[in-house]
């Protein structure tokens, strides 16, 4: 029973934990989030510091006061006693008891009226009478021994006083008092003054002033969450207003109340929006008329070409019955031409599709492993030619993915092809591994790699690494262009490392499903042996 008593005890202490934990972190992160919130607490904690050192400054000035003039009191009460005992003694010096003493105490105690506002002890410092007087059974150690030897040591007529504990014998409780003393001949009188009311005046000033200090520091952060909330919400509302705006919704506009400063960031907001909603306008529509140019101007080339085609190829067959050799060169360049300028046409349709979202998936699935096996078999011939041989680490598993054949074996081409042409004739390496939820390729080559900052522009279109660098494979510039539209078409990554004179490695990473986010890749970006090299580009994700 004990032991289970334990158990929901500490699963209690448990659950405190968690939400005060919990408590704390919102806390935590709404001070954060929230520019209201952390002027209100800011201006919460200062106020209650300056309040704090007021208040204590003003306790010390009322307590120094208020003890000021008791001291005050005291010593004018303590003159009269005096005379009162120089007077008394001058006529009872030749009495040989202290009974003149006792009365004159009780005399000087019963000035202070019903309520007993002082004490009274009387001592000859000859020894002439046995010990002290005093009213009200006090005891003698109520006046300190400090104060008898300063007045001890005092010339006649010496005033002095202190503070100390109040003693008596009966049952009445110890009190803290004040207690000044004086001498007049051989006789000492102290008059000791309780402090209880003087004592309770402070601690209901204290209270009274912890009340306005606190209601105070509720104000002032009343007061600073009424201020800011003018320059919070309207502030608020302009980062909202900004979110919509970034989010596609160019109507978006702010309420302008008034000629203030908000008012006017009202007003360059509203004009803001208008200006970029016409800029975007203008470049929708000229985004629109460039696509439908390409698109046009593909479509139109075609029947010419097709023309051209018919003649470059009967041209190309019979180059060989031409008297003059030049004519058949002439021919066999203008079949190469041809060839990319209908290369160069395709691309062209290609991306306008691309940029006008007409492009679709028809998506199968397929073992990655035979589509890289057709892509390298449609190269091995130019790899060949450049001197390269193309090195394949497939793995002895299918690597099913629903892909479009059509679009891949296109990227596949595409990224050998660019590594043939910049492998400087050393070996390529083509890589291909899968996980539960993606398939990846890595086409790998050991040429001039890519220099800082080129990582950038490599799937820009029409971009070359090096301008003055002749093409000799008819490249048209847009096929690492059109290879990432393909990709992010499928919600995959196409991503590339290099590294100059280390080569480069460009990875292809596609979902298995057709339609699901993809949040991996099984294949390392930077390849083995790399060194500290890091990657020049960063992912590209579907939709980015």
């Known amino acids: 029973m004990i032991s289970r008593a334990k158990r929901l005890g500490r699963r209690g202490l448990r659950a405190l934990r968690r939400l005060v934990r919990g408590t704390a972190l919102r806390g935590y992160q709404r001070w954060r989030r929230s520019i209201q919130v952390r002027i209100v607490t800011s201006t919460l904690f200062i106020s209650a510091i300056v309040v704090a050192i007021l208040g204590m400054f003003l306790m010390q000035q009322v307590s120094s006061a208020l003890m000021d003039g008791k001291v005050k009191a005291a010593r004018l009460q303590l003159d009269e006693g005096l005379a009162q005992v120089q007077r008394s003694s001058r006529g009872n010096m030749a009495a040989e008891n202290g009974n003149w003493l006792s009365a004159t105490v009780d005399g000087l105690k019963g000035r202070s009226g019903p309520s007993g506002l002082y004490e009274v002890y009387i001592r000859d410092t000859t020894e002439r009478y046995s010990g002290g007087y005093a009213t009200n059974e006090l005891r003698e150690e109520s006046v300190p021994r400090r104060l008898r030897e300063e007045l001890k040591h ?84 302009a980062a909202q207003g900004a979110q919509r705006l970034a989010a596609g919704r160019l109507e978006e506009r702010m309420r302008v109340r008034g000629e203030d400063d908000l008012a006017r960031l009202a007003r360059s907001f509203n004009e803001m929006a208008v200006n970029l909603q016409d800029k975007i306008g203008e470049l929708e529509d000229l985004s629109q008329v460039q696509r439908q140019f390409v698109s046009d101007v593909s479509h139109e080339l075609r029947t010419p070409l097709t023309t051209i085609r018919i003649a470059a190829d009967m041209l190309y067959e019979n180059r060989d019955t031409f008297d003059d050799p030049a004519v058949g060169r002439s021919a066999e360049l203008l079949q190469s031409q041809l060839e990319r300028f209908e290369s160069l046409l395709a691309d062209l349709l290609e991306i306008s599709r691309h940029d006008a979202g007409a492009a679709t998936l028809d998506a199968e699935s397929l073992d990655m492993r035979d589509l890289v096996l057709r892509a390298v078999g449609d190269i091995q011939g130019l790899a060949e030619r450049k001197g390269s041989k193309v090195v394949l680490q497939l793995p002895g598993e299918p690597c099913m993915a629903e892909v479009d054949r059509r679009r891949v074996e296109r990227i596949l081409r595409n990224l050998l092809v660019n590594a043939v042409e910049h492998g400087e004739g050393e070996d390529i390496i083509v890589s291909v591994g899968a996980d539960r939820d993606a398939v990846a390729v890595a ?44 990709a992010q078409l499928h919600g995959g990554w196409l991503q590339a490392w290099g590294e100059p004179g280390a080569g480069s490695q460009f990875r292809l990473s596609l979902p298995r499903v057709a339609g699901t986010e993809l949040r991996g890749s099984p294949l390392p970006l930077v390849p083995p042996g790399a060194g500290d090299a890091r990657p020049l580009f960063a992912e590209l994700e579907a939709g980015d």
């Open 443 to 486: 086409v790998r080559d050991h040429g001039v790699g890519l220099k800082p900052g080129e990582g950038q522009m490599v799937f820009d279109r029409f971009w070359r690494a090096d301008p003055a660098r002749a093409r000799t494979t008819g490249g048209t510039g847009l096929g690492l262009s059109i290879s990432r539209e393909d």
């Open 154 to 237: 005092a010339p006649p007529g010496a005033r002095a006083y202190t503070y100390g504990k109040l003693s008596y014998v009966g049952g009445r409780p110890s009190e803290r008092g004040l207690i000044v003393g004086g001498r007049t001949g051989q006789f000492e009188l102290y008059y000791l003054f309780p402090l209880d009311e003087e004592q309770h005046t402070l601690t209901n000033v204290g209270r009274s002033m912890a009340g306005v200090g606190i209601v105070l520091v509720l104000l002032l952060a009343a007061i600073a969450s009424l201020v800011t909330r003018q320059v919070v919400i309207p502030v608020r509302l």
